[in-house]
């Protein structure tokens, strides 16, 4: 009964949460002036008119960032159960973590080799 | 015995009352979201007040204090002033999305506090996997300033927004790494176990670079300086939230505010021992005056760092955290993980909760730490003079205190 | 509790949205949205099993962990190939990477 | 058989984030949405494995889907953004791939809710058991040599193989 409560405070914690930066919001809409113009609308590029589409294109770069973050993030959060047993375990434990770990090194080491995480 | 309603006892109370015991069950947990997510409403005003006071003060500025005592006020008449200031939407932005993100960017930081623990008897919810909500809800993070950026319909912004993406998503790294300390010495998730785990020792001497790295990825997640690339304003004219104005614009800046306090109340909580303090068993109120206090250390640390380094370079930046905090980060991990088992071999391992049986295990791991610590400068320090000799073979520089002298160029 | 036929079936729908996506989408970013609802759709029947068959056997959990590999593997080597197609042949219409067709 | 409680009204709501949100990402133009949709439908599944006393993996399903991989995803619609709308998004065959799923969703319906394929268990009022494993038991079957050791092992070599991978697909290289 306790772990449900625990997690129904979770739902109605995220059920709620959204209202409190709402409701401000909801009042500035109330309370402020609303005259809009083209030229108050328009794009913000320090006083220059726009140029072509938003969507730029971007480098590979960021994506080669994502995608070390995301192989990264994936490892840790399986460490995260072997951390948490951790004290349970014993030597052999600590090995498969350690292998664990040196494939996560290898694939880092890796790119940087071969300058993927320079930012160009 | 319950003649006062309290929150602690608010379900007992309304099941007396003849509430059905669903509505009752609904009502207190409704009553306790609401306490644990005003508490972050109200701090946020004060710390805007100690934000500039103390950005002021470094800077030999008085800052606010026309507003109130001593400018208290400051941050409410900012609040009305925003309220009053006309919300402009640009065209060709995606309505929906557009407003989302604000919302979005103030609930994620709101959403953390659930599973900080104040006191021994007073948490949100002391969830299994606490430290793991942390990194999930944070982690959302991202989304707003992808969707801000994005919907914006304005090329600065969805540049700085990219930018500040990479940033965020490599510093991740070092955060969660550093987290895996604290829940392999404590074997626990759960924040309140966490706390109780520092009863003889906290975690900040038994784990020193993790706490440094935590300290410093969260510095660079919540975007403060020297990893305030996310609003360079004479760079990218303020990122990912340009085109936001009033209080959309506020819920951004209220929710960064809130968001570099909370890290430093998560690094209190997870290195610094939390709520613990003298005599906060007998009298749990105390946790709140112990908590505030460490937190304030860490966050006026932060603050007095943020008003005087300069900003880094996106590159460096870049550099610094995969070729620096995310090795020293899983050689840490590796190294603490072997020391906990080579303790536990040779039978150092704290058998009692009181501060000299966990002695032994600290004074290892804090050496083992302080290897580690060394071995990064040395290496530091190596790179530094390769550099330095290239860069003189380069540009040779002429030495003002040994100036050439016609006799001496015949040497 | 919500009996288990219900998260089944919940699953079930998810998935075959997710197929449905794969295979009728024209867009390859789009397809692989589709590849991961039905990843997800899984791991849904993965756990849910785990909970209401076998809650002692640690089997249901691990094998949704690895699931989760498997995903975030697919997504990352998936999306590169699209970027590496679009750079090459400027679309990532499926339609349009067909010279092993034939 | 199905009582309005609370958990009861949270699986509805997280149904129906999964499956608006998966609906949403098959039919919606615009691939950003289509992501924010697909988030949509990570996070009602996510609130699943919470009402199925996963919280890890409800953990790891908001920080690896929705934390990570919908950011990819972003990232890769962004490299490819000439490609975002596109004034057909069903290939020719999207009525007969609507079938199929469809009859598909009712194949697995009927498997899932009636008797066809021998004794059908999902539907027995069988005791739930109270007690279940922790994440504790998931990190020690994770390293146990009678376990999953090698499944982690390989996973991991997995992981990097992929990132290896991928950084040469991507990546530009006019050196």
């Not at chain 2, 909370?262 to 007998?282: D, H, K, M, N, S």
């Not at chain 2, 990064?376 to 040994?402: F, I, M, S, W, Y």
């Not at chain 4, 539907?123 to 146990?144: F, N």
């Amino acid at each position: 009964m306790a772990v449900v409560n625990e997690w129904a405070f979770i739902g109605v914690f995220f059920a709620i949460a959204w209202v409190f930066p709402f409701v401000p919001i909801l009042g500035a809409r109330l309370l402020a002036p609303h005259k809009p113009n083209a030229i108050k609308q328009s794009t913000y590029e320090c006083g220059v008119e726009t140029v072509g589409d938003t969507w730029v294109q971007f480098k590979v770069q960021y994506y080669i960032y994502g995608l070390i973050f995301l192989v990264f993030d994936v490892e840790i959060v399986f460490l995260f159960p072997w951390a948490l047993a951790y004290s349970q375990l014993d030597f052999f434990g600590f090995f498969a973590g350690l292998v664990f770990v040196f494939f996560l090194f290898d694939a880092l080491v890796y790119a940087w080799r071969k300058d993927a995480l320079e930012w160009v | 015995m319950n003649d006062v309603c309290s929150i602690n006892n608010l379900t007992q109370c309304l099941l007396d009352g003849g509430v059905s015991p669903d509505l009752a069950n609904l009502l207190t947990i409704l009553g306790g979201v609401v306490l644990v997510a005003t508490v972050p409403l109200v701090t946020v005003i004060f710390l805007i007040w100690i934000e500039r006071k103390i950005a002021a003060r470094v800077q030999d500025r008085l800052g606010p204090n026309r507003v109130g005592p001593f400018g208290l006020l400051q941050s409410v008449a900012d609040a009305v002033k925003m309220l009053t200031k006309e919300d402009i939407t640009p065209m060709g932005a995606d309505k929906f999305i557009y407003n989302l993100a604000p919302i979005i960017a103030f609930a994620t930081v709101v959403l953390i506090w659930a599973i900080i623990p104040f006191t021994p008897l007073h948490i949100g919810a002391d969830l299994s996997i606490g430290i793991l909500y942390f990194v999930a809800v944070a982690s959302i993070g991202t989304v707003k300033i992808m969707i801000a950026g994005w919907s914006s319909n304005n090329k600065y912004a969805l540049l700085g927004a990219f930018r500040t993406i990479a940033q965020l998503l490599s510093y991740e790294v070092p955060l969660v790494l550093s987290l895996l300390i604290p829940v392999m010495i404590a074997g626990t998730l759960g924040m309140q176990d966490m706390v109780r785990a520092q009863g003889s020792m906290w975690f900040v001497f038994m784990a020193p670079v993790a706490a440094v790295m935590f300290f410093i990825a969260n510095l660079a997640e919540t975007g403060r300086a020297p990893f305030d690339l996310l609003e360079a304003e004479s760079e990218i004219i303020a990122g990912y939230n340009i085109e936001y104005s009033g209080f959309k614009w506020g819920m951004f800046m209220a929710g960064e505010f809130m968001h570099a306090f909370t890290a430093a109340l998560l690094a209190a909580v997870i290195f610094l021992g939390g709520w613990w303090g003298p005599f906060v068993e007998q009298v749990p109120a105390l946790g709140f005056v112990y908590l505030g206090l460490k937190t304030a250390v860490v966050y006026i640390f932060g603050l007095i760092l943020r008003s005087t380094v300069p900003r880094v370079r996106i590159d460096q930046l870049m550099a610094l955290n995969w070729k620096w905090l995310v090795p020293i980060s899983v050689a840490n991990v590796l190294i603490t993980a072997l020391l906990l088992k080579v303790v536990d071999a040779i039978g150092l391992a704290p058998q009692s909760g009181d501060f000299f049986a966990h002695l032994p295990q600290t004074l290892v791991l804090l050496v083992g730490n302080l290897v580690l610590m060394f071995g990064v400068a040395t290496v530091l320090r190596n790179r530094g003079r390769a550099q330095r000799l290239v860069d003189e073979a380069a540009h040779p520089v002429e030495h003002e205190d040994a100036p050439v002298v016609a006799g001496a160029v015949g040497h | 509790m919500v009996p288990l036929w219900m998260f089944l079936a919940v699953a079930a729908g998810v998935f075959c949205i997710g197929a449905y996506g794969v295979l009728s989408r024209r867009n390859a970013v789009a397809i692989l949205m589709g590849v991961e609802l039905m990843l997800n759709a899984v791991n849904i029947n993965l756990i849910a099993f785990w909970r209401y068959v076998e809650p002692l056997n640690m089997a249901g959990q691990a094998f949704a962990a690895f699931v989760f590999v498997i995903a975030a593997a697919e997504a990352a080597v998936g999306l590169a190939i699209i970027i590496s197609v679009y750079r090459s042949r400027r679309s990532v219409i499926v339609e349009d990477v067909d010279m092993l067709k034939w | 058989m199905f009582e309005l409680n609370a958990q009861s009204i949270a699986f509805i709501v997280f149904a129906l984030f999964s499956l608006g949100g998966a609906l949403g990402v098959v039919t919606t133009r615009n691939l950003i949405h289509a992501t924010l949709y697909l988030i949509l439908s990570l996070f009602g599944a996510a609130g699943f494995f919470v009402l199925l006393s996963a919280p890890f993996m409800a953990a790891v399903q908001v920080l690896v889907y929705i934390g990570a991989i919908a950011i990819l995803i972003v990232f890769a619609v962004m490299l490819t953004r000439s490609m975002t709308r596109l004034s057909d998004i069903y290939n020719s065959q999207w009525l007969l791939s609507a079938i199929v799923a469809g009859l598909l969703f009712v194949l697995l319906l009927v498997g899932v809710i009636l008797p066809v394929w021998g004794v059908n268990g999902t539907q027995a009022g069988r005791e739930v058991s109270s007690i279940v494993t922790t994440t504790v038991d998931l990190g020690k079957a994770l390293v146990d040599q009678n376990q999953y050791v090698l499944p982690f092992e390989v996973a991991s070599l997995l992981l990097t193989a992929a990132m290896i991978g991928a950084i040469v697909v991507a990546r530009d290289d006019k050196e």
